[in-house]
């Protein structure tokens, strides 16, 4: 899976976190494409990310994967 990667992209992916305290956090993750992230950053320090679920998923099949091969 290829996945395009720019600054503007990177840019455009962090989320203050002043933004969830402010009751954004239900438009920013109606935001969210199927392959899109968005970086929580609290004092301009990358803290936490949202994915969607299916990725996620993805994620952890290929967590388990790993952990098979070892």
């Known amino acids: 899976m290829t996945r395009k990667s720019s600054v503007g992209t990177m840019l455009n992916s962090l989320v ?13 993750i109606s935001s969210l494409g199927p392959e899109d992230i968005k970086i929580i950053v609290k004092n301009n320090e990358p803290m936490a990310a949202i994915i969607p679920i299916a ?7 290929a967590e388990e994967t790993l952990k098979e091969m070892k």
């Open 16 to 28: 203050p976190i002043s933004h969830l305290n402010q009751g954004k956090a239900a438009q920013i």
């Open 55 to 61: 990725r996620f998923s993805e994620l952890i099949e």
